[in-house]
């Protein structure tokens, strides 16, 4: 090439015919290599639609040779994680449930399988903050008032086997009686304890009526709910002295539950989760501010 | 067979000519190569720089960590979260080819832009295996024969080695140099490793020893956004014409009667990288490498003639020089209005970054109250509040920090899983912990909707304290 000019003068260059403002368009040719690289790209585009799934049948599509699917990645990529994580659960189903929060790996593991326990599982009823739905008989998992015992161990057992659940016989059990329902107390002595209990938790109440109303509950409720109204956690029984209420603490509130009695169920989670989720599940409820 | 007359269409596509640039001396080729072992020792040595850390951190000058999210650079670590500062650095150099592009045109594109110094590197090995422009024209259109083949392949692999090397030296910012550099050689780098050296040993190869100019005329975005960034004060590269024309060869040793200085002889051609004519203006494909003044000096300077046929030149130049005028000083094209602010936003911004990197904590929190739900009854009617806190500790020590809320706001603070206000974070790491504040039942905060609410942490055994502010969530009665 060096014996011919190098390059033409912009006056041999052709043109398209367009003018804008005076300024012409060049009509130069394209690089061949860039026309060869647009083939081997079809060529390419073919390979790959044989090579991976590609073309749309009935039902599915081709398969490709190369046999590559997302799906099968993400199986293939769960299996890891869950192969990854296997000495770490058995560890933890190992571990005494006491001490697990002074082994920091073991604890980090538990919150973060926990968290995802308990979001699939839990929310439902207790919310995605585990704050319970207060007065509707969904109890706050975060407070330190707990029905059935807030250490590790008795959260453990009420995941387990649930409450008031007739298909674990080792279930949490426990049934207030209708007292307004059923005839146990007559409407006037129903009014009365519901004072008493008001003033038992340092509401407003009526005096007169809330001192007739401690034999009354001495004789009916403080079997279950102590003498102090500290309840019994044995029992299930909630405590009546403080500022936390399962299904509401007014007056009104009160007396339907006296009359009508009111308690919840969970479902025991054996059967559904395995050893170490409860466990994990545990230990993450346990470390949301209540646990003791 | 028809003979082809104007309607029979030109071809569509046009085959890469082959351009075999001379050897040329001057201080435009003197510069470059000083600016080519500049920038290629820049590039490979780099990696190797050792810097003490301590005994926890890498000692690695110049590392990008992606396994661990670290960037170190020298004295400076920047974690994920400062990641402004790769920002800043970005805009500083978009700024900065900014400035030099309406400053001195193609600069970049001439003498610093890697597609440029790797091609000059290989014209260079390829210089010394197959001989200058001549030798290089006579082997390229000879029969393959042995001395062909020999010839050839000599100098493929030397652009193979030279591209391995490139694409092994860019691995090594990535992770410990001297390590991996072993690794590489006994196969126990990772797969990435190895498909990082081989696509941009293949990238260097092709690119630095055939695609060369096409490149920067057909894949480079670069030199189509330049042409907004300059105008008529920006220096580029121009053939004096009115000086030079009407062009023709020598006669007897003397320019004839009525002609300019340029005797044609192809030099500033024979030397262009591009293979373009630099005496048809400026065009897209020069990337202002100066090499074409180096060829025409030399030329002048045989013939007797005044240098810079050819030479740096901007457009308001060329005007007073037609008119007569004598052109402005290089000063005043490179300090004007719009360099002057182009500067000024460039140094802003790093100023910017120098002042944000000196005002780093050392310690570095981040409070984010939990809002679901916003806060918890107890049985006693505390109110309590919990917080999501991370803690950073960018030091190569464990460090204790203990968590505090002044005291007159009746709050009482308590850790998840601890028994005091102190916690411990481990060297290089980051800590999450949640926090509760409790108001005891009727006090202000328990009653009011929002209190703000700034929490202390301050690092045990010294007197770094910092602290971040939040709010407390009541209970409205």
Known sequence: MCAKKVTQKPAEVKTTGHVWDGIEEYDNPMPRWWVWVFYATIVWGIGYTIAYPAWPLISGATPGLLGASTRADVVAEIKRFDDANGPIKARLVQADMTTVSQDAELMSFAQNAGAAVFRTNCTTCHGSGANGIAGKGYPSLLDDDWLWGGDIENIQTTITHGIRNTTHPEARWSQMPAFGADGILERPQIAEVVEYVLKMSGQDHDATLASVGEAVYLDNCAACHMEDGSGDINQGAPNLADAIWLYGGSREAITYTVVNARFGVMPGWNDKLTEDEIRAVSLYVHSRGGGQ | ?477
């Open chain 2, 1 to 477: 067979m028809s003979t082809p007359d104007a309607t029979e269409p030109p071809s569509l596509y046009a085959a890469r000519e082959p351009i075999f640039p001379r050897r040329v001396y001057g201080k435009f080729r003197n510069l470059k190569w000083w600016l080519m072992a500049l920038m290629l020792g820049i590039y490979y040595v780099t990696p190797w720089i050792r810097w003490d850390r301590g005994p926890n951190l890498p000692d690695q000058a110049v590392l990008l960590d992606l396994a661990h999210r670290r960037f170190f650079f020298f004295m400076i670590e920047i974690w994920p979260h400062e990641f402004y500062f790769v920002a800043g650095l970005l805009v500083m150099a978009g700024l900065g080819l900014f400035l030099f592009t309406s400053a001195a045109g193609r600069v970049w594109c001439g003498y610093a832009c890697p597609q440029t110094v790797w091609t000059d590197l290989f014209i260079l090995v390829e210089r010394w295996v197959e001989g200058d422009r001549n030798a290089r024209i006579r082997l390229h259109r000879q029969k393959w024969n042995g001395e062909k083949i020999r010839k050839r392949a000599v100098k493929w692999s030397a652009w193979f080695l030279i591209a391995m090397a490139t694409g092994g030296a860019w691995v090594f910012y990535f992770t410990d140099a001297p390590t991996l550099l072993v690794d590489l050689f006994t196969g126990q780098a990772s797969a990435i490793a190895y498909l990082t050296v081989l696509i941009l040993t293949a990238t260097t190869f092709a690119f630095g020893g055939f695609a060369r100019e096409q490149i920067c005329i057909y894949a480079c975005p670069w030199p189509r956004i330049q042409a907004a960034m300059m105008d008529e004060d920006t220096l580029t590269i121009a053939y004096r014409d009115w000086r030079g024309e009407p062009r023709g060869k020598l006669q007897k040793g003397e320019i004839a009667a009525g002609q300019g200085d340029c005797i044609d002889c192809m030099a500033c051609v024979n030397v262009c990288p591009m293979g373009i004519d630099i005496r048809d203006g400026q065009q897209l494909a020069c990337i202002t490498c100066g090499l074409c003044i180096d060829a025409c000096n030399d030329t002048m300077d045989k013939i007797g003639r005044p240098r810079d046929l050819i030479g740096y030149l901007a457009l308001t130049d060329e005007t007073a020089e037609r008119a007569g005028v004598p052109p402005k000083s290089v000063w005043k094209h490179v300090f004007r209005p719009r360099t002057i602010l182009y500067t000024l936003l460039w140094s802003g911004v790093g100023i910017g970054l120098i002042v944000a990197l000196f005002l780093r904590s050392p310690i570095e929190v981040n409070v984010t109250p939990v809002r679901n739900p916003t806060f918890v009854t107890l049985s006693d009617g505390t109110i309590r509040n919990a917080y999501d806190v991370r803690l950073r500790n960018k030091q190569g020590t464990d460090t204790v920090f203990t968590l505090s809320v002044p005291f007159e706001t009746g709050l009482s603070l308590e850790l998840e899983g601890l028994s005091g206000p102190s916690v411990t974070v481990n060297a290089n790491e980051t800590l999450s912990q949640r926090v509760y504040l409790n108001a005891p039942r009727g006090s202000a905060p328990a009653t009011q909707d929002r209190t703000p609410i700034r929490m202390w942490f301050e690092e045990r055994g010294t007197t770094n304290r910092v602290h971040h502010d939040t709010v407390f969530n009541g209970k409205e009665e």
